[in-house]
């Protein structure tokens, strides 16, 4: 069955601290796709990266990072030098196909104190 | 560029009361649509999807039902709300076809069913 666990409940850092949040998937299908998506307080849900699974480079994106290992079955994403903006829940999402949607991890909440 | 509307942002519901939660997309056609409910502790969950007008697949049995009437019309509806309905609504859209690519997300409708 497909999982995604994020162990971090919350995370409390001070500003300019790099961060890096922990993502474990489960999938029993060779070929996938990995998100994480970024949600404010707004509540609206931020598509930040989409990662497939034959696609195992790692992306650096201004202050963001993605680590994605397939022998670890890991995709981990780390902020570095975290601003008070970076302050939300972080999910990280799993897809095997259309009709499955989106599997989303229970989520972190980061928290970027000044 | 693309964007997706749901209306209303907020809504406080009676139990037993009917539901209605509309979601529009702009800018695309085909579009995969998507339904999903954040509810407290429990996670994101999809509730339903759809490729096409008329096409609707249910993830999770419950007396929550959705149409597709238009291409890029997407309707949430219950005949009779239970307290167990409240929480926080998504509507998303994907790339029309069979590879799932990210998902983007609307502002969300918060139901407080009481």
């Known amino acids: 069955a497909q999982k995604v666990t994020q162990a971090q409940t919350e995370i409390s850092v001070v500003e300019k601290e790099d961060v890096t949040l922990d993502c474990v998937y489960e999938?029993?299908?060779?070929?996938?796709?990995l998100f994480w998506y970024k949600q404010p307080p707004s509540g609206e849900l931020v598509f930040l990266i989409r990662?497939?699974?034959?696609?195992?480079q790692n992306e650096i994106s201004g202050r963001y990072s993605w680590n994605f290992q397939k022998s670890t079955s890991s995709f981990n994403f780390t902020i570095t030098a975290s601003q008070v903006v970076d302050s939300a829940v972080y999910f990280c999402?799993?897809?095997?196909?259309?009709?499955?949607?989106?599997?989303f991890g229970k989520g972190t909440k980061l928290s970027v104190k000044p | 560029s693309q964007t997706i509307h749901q209306w209303p942002a907020t809504l406080v519901q009676p139990v037993g009361s009917p539901l209605s939660l509309e979601c529009t997309v702009e800018?695309?056609?085909?579009?995969?649509l998507y339904w999903y409910r954040q509810a407290a502790g429990r996670g994101l969950q999809l509730l339903f999807y759809?490729?096409?007008?008329?096409?609707i697949s249910s993830e999770v049995p419950q007396n929550l039902s959705a149409s597709r009437p238009q291409d890029r019309q997407f309707i949430l509806s219950s005949k009779k709300l239970l307290l167990s309905d409240s929480g926080f609504y998504l509507c998303?859209?994907?790339?029309?076809?069979?590879?799932?690519?990210?998902?983007?997300f609307g502002p969300g409708t918060r139901l407080t069913v009481t």
């Open positions: 800018g695309t056609s085909n579009p995969n």
């Open positions: 999938t029993r299908d060779t070929t996938y796709y």
């Open positions: 998303a859209w994907g790339g029309g076809g069979l590879v799932p690519y990210e998902q983007y």
């Open positions: 990662r497939n699974s034959f696609d195992e």
């Open positions: 759809s490729v096409g007008i008329g096409q």
């Open positions: 999402a799993l897809s095997e196909a259309v009709k499955a949607g989106l599997i």
